[in-house]
């Protein structure tokens, strides 16, 4: 796990651990020899969890299934982290979908609608800790630099918190989803993401939350945008599950002949620390490092900018993503990144190549987002602060903006940059 998520992985078995009475056990080692021996131990006849999708967990959670089948213990294994098994919803020819519409349309909405969710146990009996129990502290999740304050301050982690977060959203955030989640400054997008992943909230009781209002908001455009959102994320495991490599291999194979830049260390870098020089991109990627989120039209906005722009592979986004995010997920962050570059499922297409300067007049206007994210900025006129370095000298002087001194210049020419990209794309062309 990247540093993010082991920090919210400490939190929410911390939480858990005061919700069991401080019973929690926590177990280190071969996870077949483990359980074998606790149930033993426990005199346990049967032993049942909930799947995970990841290929690395797929085929360990075999070999536990066999290992226990062969101790004469029952194994059950149930979905508790999807609306649809991703081997339920094919197509008449019993193939994968690979385009998000006729998947979700046809597939997931036709199919057996998602179950609503169990009601909490009212008594969970739980075996006493043990003397082989680990301490949370001896996992070593929490980063020994003190890097996470800005996190603490984002972020409640708990079951409870998650289904506060869920109500406030479903209660007074939904009506305006549709078009409000494409404004970073504004508070339309659910932030359940980090929740769904650690399995604090079912996508389940999101569906049926959400569902449940239907009668009180008058926007079902919303409704639908959300229901749909939810489905994007069961469609990235979708993805993962039938095609395995998506983490690391291009979905389209065309694009293994894309001639990604090389030398590129100074432009990543500059894109990671949020000092590329566009102001957007930069208020996106500070937000990322401060809190471990970002707002998912910022989310687009950096990604293209990396990969087309600036000509760095998709991995390498990726994989700071991975470190830095709260809500860090293989699948939609493999599926997301493989969008985004173009060489994925039901990729966005090679030429739209996202403009920072025009996304960030059309939906940061006032530019509260970046002010809030780039404080150097912040007395900027709202007419500059979108492209500063063409603000007049006499406006940067009042402003206190020095380009290339306190805010950087920008680390490409945005036309320039985009006829490269739309040039290296030909090349995909002529291969496939």
């Given amino acids: 796990m990247g540093g993010a998520s082991r920090w919210w992985l400490h939190h929410a078995l911390e939480s858990l651990n005061e ?7 926590i177990f280190s080692g071969e996870p077949h020899k483990i359980l074998v021996d606790l149930a033993r131990t426990s005199s346990a006849q049967a032993i049942y969890w909930n799947r995970c999708y990841e290929p690395w967990r797929i085929a360990r959670d075999g070999q536990i299934k066999t290992a226990l089948k062969s101790a004469d213990i029952e194994v059950q294994s149930f979905n ?58 001896a996992l070593n999740l929490l980063p020994k630099i003190k890097w996470d304050t800005g996190l603490e301050d984002c972020w409640k982690i708990s079951e409870a918190a998650a289904q506060d977060r869920l109500d406030d959203f479903v209660m007074t955030e939904l009506e305006e989803y549709r078009e409000g989640r ?16 650690f399995g604090q909230i079912s ?11 239907a009668a ?29 490599q998506l983490p690391t291999k291009n979905l389209q194979t065309r694009f293994d002949v894309f001639p990604w830049a090389s030398n590129t260390e100074q432009d990543l870098k500059a894109w990671q620390q949020g000092k590329t020089g566009y102001p957007l991109v930069d208020a996106g990627m500070r937000e990322l490092y401060a809190t471990g989120y970002m707002h998912n039209r910022v989310r687009m906005v950096v990604g293209s900018f990396l990969v087309k722009n600036l000509l760095i592979h998709w991995h390498r986004g990726e994989e700071w993503f991975w470190d830095c995010l709260v809500d860090a997920d293989l699948a939609s962050n493999s599926a997301s990144w493989q969008w985004i570059a173009g060489c994925g499922a039901d990729a966005a297409p090679f030429f739209r190549i996202f403009n920072p300067i025009t996304q960030s007049e059309k939906f940061d206007k006032q530019g509260e987002y970046i002010r809030r994210h780039v404080p150097e900025l912040a007395n900027l ?52």
């Fill in 182 to 197: 494409n404004f970073p400054n504004k508070c339309n997008v659910s932030r359940l993401s980090p929740y769904l992943h």
């Fill in 381 to 432: 006129p709202d007419k500059y602060i979108h492209a500063p370095w063409l603000a007049p000298a006499e406006i940067l002087t009042v402003a206190g903006v020095k380009i290339g001194a306190n805010y950087p210049a920008p680390v490409v020419d945005i036309k320039e940059s985009r006829e490269r990209a739309l040039e290296a794309f030909k090349l995909t062309k002529i291969s496939s």
């Fill in 216 to 244: 009180i908001i008058s926007n079902e455009d919303s409704l639908d945008t959300f229901l749909s959102e939810l489905g994007w994320r069961e469609f990235s495991y979708y993805l993962l599950y039938h095609f395995p």
């Fill in 203 to 213: 996508p389940n009781t999101a569906w049926h939350r959400a569902a449940d209002v």
């Fill in 19 to 25: 919700s069991l009475g401080g019973r929690l056990n």
């Fill in 80 to 137: 508790g982290s999807l609306l649809w098994e991703p081997w339920q919803v094919l197509k008449k020819d019993q193939s994968p979908y690979k385009v998000f519409t006729p998947y979700y349309r046809r597939g997931c909405l036709s199919n057996v609608p998602p179950r609503k969710p169990l009601s909490e146990p009212k008594e969970i009996q739980c075996r006493p800790v043990s003397d082989e129990s680990l301490s949370l502290d």
